[in-house]
């Protein structure tokens, strides 16, 4: 007969042979941000911030676009064909030049010469060239270049506005009317801009004479 006393040992002899696994009871360890590194990190990323605020604001960038008088330096009747043969120079710019020279014809040939997009934009760098001419009371240079903005951006009100103006003090009553009944049609508002419209129109009725004619506003 078996003594059970020898059963038992033989029975934790056996189980003592097989390695003992160790079940880990703890998730591992998440990584924490300690308050006072958050804080020193903000800090340091509010101050970088502020030195290159400051530097920008003591080393201002420089603009890069040309300015216009830069643009338009040489852009006489005696200077313009030398000026436009510059090799630096943009198509664009040799419109405005040519444009602002009196060369209207040639600046029209250049304009056609242009893909649609780089067109609308030359148009509306000689209409901004062409508008403080305008208000200067040049009518002579601004009325023929107003002439071309309009016959590429018709329905620049303002363009069309200046280019009535232009021919109705220099006395050419049929393409004054012409534009500013156009420009009357396009714009709605009723301001000081319609209202020399409406009394230009009304002296060319009544047959004023050139030097009693309103152009512009007083200075």
């Given at each position: 007969?078996?003594?059970?006393?020898?059963?038992?040992?033989?029975?934790?002899?056996q189980?003592?042979?097989?390695?003992?696994?160790?079940?880990?009871?703890?998730?591992?360890?998440?990584?924490?941000?300690r308050?006072?590194?958050?804080?020193?990190?903000?800090?340091?990323?509010?101050?970088?911030?502020?030195v290159?605020a400051w530097?920008?604001w003591?080393?201002?960038?420089?603009?890069?676009?040309?300015?216009?008088?830069?643009?338009?330096?040489?852009?006489?009747?005696?200077?313009?064909?030398?000026?436009?043969?510059?090799?630096?120079?943009?198509?664009?710019?040799?419109?405005?030049?040519?444009a602002?020279?009196?060369?209207?014809?040639?600046?029209?040939?250049?304009?056609?010469?242009?893909?649609?997009p780089?067109?609308?934009?030359?148009?509306?760098?000689?209409?901004?060239?062409?508008?403080?001419i305008?208000?200067?009371?040049?009518?002579?240079?601004?009325?023929?270049?107003?002439a071309?903005?309009?016959?590429?951006?018709?329905?620049?009100?303002m363009a069309?506005f200046?280019?009535?103006?232009?021919?109705?003090?220099?006395?050419?009553?049929?393409?004054?009317?012409?534009q500013?009944?156009?420009?009357?049609?396009?714009?709605?508002?009723?301001d000081v801009?319609?209202?020399?419209?409406?009394?230009?129109?009304?002296?060319?009725?009544?047959?004023t004479?050139l030097?009693?004619?309103e152009?512009?506003?007083?200075?």
């Amino acid at each position: 007969m078996a003594d059970p006393v020898d059963d038992h040992v033989s029975r934790v002899a056996q189980t003592s042979d097989e390695p003992l696994r160790f079940q880990p009871q703890v998730q591992p360890p998440i990584a924490r941000l300690r308050p006072v590194f958050v804080i020193a990190f903000v800090a340091t990323a509010a101050f970088a911030l502020g030195v290159i605020a400051w530097d920008m604001w003591i080393h201002p960038r420089e603009v890069t676009a040309a300015e216009p008088a830069a643009v338009l330096r040489g852009c006489t009747s005696l200077e313009v064909e030398q000026t436009v043969r510059a090799a630096a120079m943009s198509d664009i710019e040799r419109a405005m030049c040519l444009a602002v020279a009196g060369k209207i014809d040639r600046a029209r040939e250049l304009l056609h010469t242009m893909t649609d997009p780089m067109r609308a934009q030359a148009i509306s760098e000689v209409f901004n060239v062409a508008h403080p001419i305008a208000d200067r009371g040049d009518d002579e240079s601004a009325g023929p270049i107003m002439a071309l903005v309009v016959e590429f951006w018709p329905d620049n009100y303002m363009a069309v506005f200046h280019a009535g103006m232009a021919e109705f003090a220099l006395g050419h009553d049929a393409a004054a009317r012409l534009q500013l009944e156009r420009f009357l049609a396009m714009y709605q508002l009723h301001d000081v801009w319609r209202a020399r419209a409406d009394r230009s129109l009304a002296a060319m009725a009544t047959h004023t004479e050139l030097s009693k004619r309103e152009a512009h506003f007083p200075e």
